[in-house]
């Protein structure tokens, strides 16, 4: 077992872990992060998407003990507790939520391309959010969300 330290939408957690434990599992069964999903748990569907220090990571291949010291972002830290994030909010504007599986990915996917860089081109979009596998196809929703988001962050009257 190793002790580590890692900080999930912004609280500090000091747990044991054991060498081969992966932080999917650990956000989920041991500190109650539902929304980070387990699909195919080999790093090719991107459901399980948590953000680490900022960037995308696949949380079924990163072992927990290397997440010591790191910032975790999952969906539950997006919006406050009474009010929704824009991203959040433009997701259901959209339509984007169908059975709703993959949402959590695709909603931190999207915020990391609004963070991260101030208008990514269409391509680099298509390429982030093609990351996290949708059975149901919502891509292209997911793509005007992410428009109506910025628009809305911008103060833009246009609407879609
Ligand atoms: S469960 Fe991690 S990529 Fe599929
Ligand atoms: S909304 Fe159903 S898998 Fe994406």
Redesign the pocket.
């Known amino acids: 077992m190793k002790s580590i330290s890692l900080r999930v939408n912004g609280r500090l957690y000091n747990i044991e872990v054991r060498d081969n434990d992966r932080l ?1 599992e650990v956000l989920r069964d041991v500190l109650g992060f539902k929304s980070v ?13 948590v953000l680490m220090d900022g960037r995308p990571v ?4 990163v072992l927990a003990a290397r997440s010591d010291g790191s910032e975790i972002l999952t969906v539950e830290g997006l919006g406050g507790e009474k009010e929704l994030h824009p991203l959040q909010q433009a997701f259901i504007d959209v339509g984007a939520s169908q059975c709703g599986y993959c949402i959590p990915a695709a909603l931190l996917v999207s915020y990391s391309l609004q963070v991260g860089k101030r208008n990514p081109s269409s391509e680099e979009v298509r390429r982030a959010l093609r990351s996290v ?1 949708c059975r149901c196809g919502s891509y292209l929703r997911f793509e005007e969300a992410l428009k109506v988001a910025g628009r809305d962050e911008r103060g833009d009257s246009e609407k879609v």
């Open positions: 999917l999903k387990m699909g195919c748990g080999v790093g090719d569907c991107g459901l399980c998407i696949n949380s079924c291949l596998l």
